[in-house]
């Protein structure tokens, strides 16, 4: 994640040394009035719509770790989430906008607990979200290809988990279904690849919400919880990439 993270540094800037030679080519040549007709984030003015696609991807793995109240034989996770977003620019560097988002997340985990027993056990959740926001962006160090980015929105989610504990040859099957509905704030950069194309990345979110979760254990019912959440510390390791295109 920090060669990502450096590579983005780096190419931030090159991008604020081109706006630099722009501005002393258009004080030293006769055709400055056609340079400065250039956008190079035409992007965020007001008018244009956007259509964006993001992608995060995350795998884990660990053999033989002490967990303290257990220990870890083997254990694998692997995650992704997939967003879809669609926006209109109702001024300079201000949009409304609604985005869709789908999360897979995998786990295998192979231990033993306190008493020496070997349990495997195996889990998958799904959650998919609609969400609508209202996106801000600012220039930084007055750069007009790299901005800053916040999107605080209202969001609605549902999902479920499915997971199977296995000890002795004997399987137990749980499951949970889950309601919620939050707002957040992403907070992140974006850069300008060309006057209509900006790449962008992300943490988050932060914020509050409610959710609702019912289970059940080898198809009977089980219990139900209703909680209210609180999340102000993003996973700043869980980086979101995403492309926006402008029309």
Known sequence: MKKYFLVLFFFSASLFAQDSTAVKLMNNTEDSIAV?????NEGNRKGYYAFS??????????????????????????????????????????????SFRMVNDDTNI????????????????????VGAFYAITKSLFKSKRVHMISDPGLVYTIGSTDATRTFEGISEQSESS?????????????????PKLSTQVS?????????????????????????????????????????????
Do not use: C
């Open 36 to 40: 400065d007709t250039i956008n190079p």
């Open 53 to 98: 696609v993001g992608m995060n991807f995350g795998q884990y793995t660990s053999k033989n770790e002490d967990a303290f109240i257990y220990y870890i034989l083997d254990e694998k996770n692997v995650k992704y989430n997939v967003k879809l977003g669609f926006s209109y620019n109702i001024k300079d560097n201000r949009a409304i906008g609604l």
């Open 110 to 129: 192979l231990y033993e607990n306190a008493v020496g027993d070997t349990i495997n056990t195996n889990s998958l959740e799904r959650y998919y979200s």
């Open 178 to 194: 889950l309601r919620s509905i939050s707002i957040g704030l992403h907070v992140g950069l974006q850069v300008f690849l060309a």
């Open 203 to 247: 943490v988050g979110p932060v914020g509050v919400g409610y959710q609702w979760e019912d289970f059940t254990l080898d198809g009977d019912p089980n219990g139900s919880t209703e909680s209210f959440f609180v999340r102000m510390s993003p996973d700043i390791l869980s980086f979101e990439f995403s492309i926006s295109r402008y029309f």
